[in-house]
Nanobody, 118 residues
């Protein structure tokens, strides 16, 4: 499975962006899809996840209520709608896949840069 993320850009505080991640290959045994983000010199941090079949979602506390993760199984695509963006949301955003029966995210996209200026 390969993951291709897109949709990043440079915006002003308060603006919105929508990221997309297309999964190609055999996706039938996907358990979870997620978004992580990373800034220079820091650990990659969890942002949001969604169950590929269940649709159950989880969010990091600082994005809850502003970001929405969703999916379109027919297109093998997961989205991250980001509203009310803040400068502290600036990061490289990565999509990731966790397979059924595995305990970690093992497939990663290439990352897309999101820059929010005040």
């Amino acid at each position: 499975v390969q993951l291709q993320a897109s949709g990043g850009g440079r915006v002003q505080a308060g603006d919105s962006l929508r990221l997309a991640c297309v999964a190609s290959g055999l996706t039938f045994n996907t358990l979870l899809m997620a978004w992580f983000r990373q800034t220079p010199g820091t650990e990659r941090e969890f942002v949001a996840s969604i169950g590929w079949y269940s649709g159950n979602t989880a969010y990091e506390e600082s994005v809850r209520g502003r970001f929405t993760i969703s999916k379109d199984n027919t297109k093998d695509t997961v989205y991250l709608e980001m509203n009310s963006l803040k400068p502290e949301d600036t990061a490289v955003y990565y999509c990731a896949r966790r397979q059924i029966g595995r305990s970690s995210y093992e497939w990663w996209g290439q990352g897309t840069q999101v820059t929010v200026s005040s």
